[in-house]
């Protein structure tokens, strides 16, 4: 089912009783029994049923779900693979997505401005690329002691297509005062405890990074519009950075004179201490102690074959999986079969477009037969290598990027 149906209002209307009977693929006995203001059971949205079958739920309450890592061997991530973090409930579906609203206000507009999203569609020149969304927790259930967060493996990423208009273009347009310094987004997500008072998350980037070419407002994923559960019917979308900076369901975007001061935003959210911790010490949260995170720091996966495979010895083995570097790009990759004490280097793909991540590829033969691990690590363009062990503890779990293994056997 690809949108709720607004119930809320009074009876349930002929038109929802017919959705709902569609549905069902059911009459809908004693439907003149329902209350008003009954929500049927029967509407409730189910962000899985766009899914494959073996995405791995975290929580329903908000939706949190990861994608397996085999299951990210496609280069560009169709979105019934796509991973789903949110911070609040999803929000009903738009009657009518075109006379949906992006505002643009703050401090730092010279004057605010709406659109209809028929209005960006038809004013701004239309872009696409493929970005890497990562949540900045990706791979938290690797660091000891646990922090709080959802304890995320590695799938927490997705590299697909969005289509839309430059943010750039926009303020252009809208017209900005020279002490702009962040923008903020918001979103038309309810807080998980439906006070309307309260906002489930509202980051923001700084103006160089809100000012990319690649910085979208987008409708669009992998040529269709955006799922439900994924932003529809607008979304920012930010390559590179952490995830939590592309907002979905986008209604307003700030511009604002100093740091974005949304939800999100404060105590350790998305920040790591600038001088190391000991693992599960507590430090002040303030910013001589924090530094929000910005680039996301080099890593690899490999997607094909999955861990647990077993292969001819005969023949070389094909690994394939993925690597991406924040802003940067991936120099190299290298893939270990004896537990880290040689490396051989992979070939590396160029990026569709900066900001998306790269396929590597290796063939691998092996000595004898018995149970391998294979290891992957990547190396950005600024020589920085991933971590064979657990990086740098930090509160709130965040930036995990040692390096990937899968276990295979060799018969
Ligand atoms: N409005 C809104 N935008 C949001 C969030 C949210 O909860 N509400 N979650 C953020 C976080 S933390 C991540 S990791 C990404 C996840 O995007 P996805 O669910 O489309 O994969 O969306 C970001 N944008
Ligand atoms: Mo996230």
């Known amino acids: 089912m690809n949108k709720n149906i607004h119930t809320r209002r009074g009876f349930l209307r002929k038109s929802a009783l017919a959705s709902l009977t569609t549905l069902v693929g059911a009459e809908v006995v004693f439907a003149n029994h329902m209350p008003r203001h009954y929500r049927p059971l ?14 791995k739920v ?20 169709p979105t019934s693979k796509m991973f789903i973090r949110n911070n609040g409930l999803v929000p009903d579906a738009p009657a009518d997505p075109n006379a949906w609203t992006l505002t643009i206000n703050g401090e730092s507009v010279k004057a605010p401005k709406t659109y209809t999203l028929a ?6 020149k239309h872009y696409t690329y493929q970005l890497v969304l990562e949540c900045g927790g990706n791979g938290r259930s690797g660091f000891e002691p646990q922090t709080t967060g959802n304890p995320w493996d590695q799938g927490a990423v997705s590299c697909a297509a969005w289509t839309g208009v430059r943010l750039k273009d926009i303020l252009a347009e809208v017209g900005l005062k020279n002490d702009a310094v962040y923008i903020g987004y918001y979103g038309k997500d309810p807080h998980l405890s439906l ?35 994924h932003g529809h019917p ?12 592309s907002g979905k369901w986008l209604h ?35 910013p001589e102690n924090f530094r929000i995170i910005e680039s996301m720091p080099v890593k690899s996966l490999v997607t094909a074959p999955a861990t647990g495979a077993i292969f001819d010895l005969k023949k070389p083995l094909s690994l394939r999986g993925h690597a991406w570097a924040g802003d940067r790009a991936v120099a190299s990759v290298q893939t270990s079969i004896d537990f880290g004490a040689t490396w051989q280097t992979a070939s590396v793909q160029p990026p569709k477009n900066r900001l998306a991540w790269q396929r590597w590829t290796a063939e691998v033969s092996f000595p004898k037969k018995g149970y391998y691990e294979v ?5 950005d363009s600024a020589g920085v290598t991933q971590p064979m062990v657990i990086p740098q503890w930090n509160p709130g779990g965040y930036l995990n990027n040692a390096c990937h293994r899968i276990a295979v056997k060799a018969v």
Request: proline share 9%; hydrophobic share 40%.
């Open 195 to 229: 006070d309307p008072t309260k906002v489930a998350i509202s980051r923001g980037v700084p103006m160089k990074k809100a000012l990319e070419d690649e910085t979208l407002i987008a409708w669009a994923v992998n040529g269709q519009d955006i799922p439900l559960i």
């Open 252 to 286: 307003t975007v700030a511009v604002r004179n100093k740091l974005h001061d949304g939800a999100k935003m404060e105590g350790h959210s998305y920040k790591v201490p600038i001088n190391p911790v000991q693992p599960g010490e507590k430090i002040p949260e303030t």
């Open 375 to 379: 290891w992957v690590r990547a190396t």
């Open 119 to 124: 209005d960006l569609k038809k004013r701004f």
């Open 42 to 55: 029967g509407f409730d949205y189910n962000p899985l049923d766009g899914k494959t079958p073996d995405m």
């Open 234 to 245: 607008l979304r920012l979308v930010i390559g590179g950075w952490p995830a939590s900076v």
């Open 58 to 77: 975290l929580g329903d309450k908000p939706w949190n779900v990861e994608t397996p890592i085999h299951l990210l061997d496609d280069a560009v991530t």
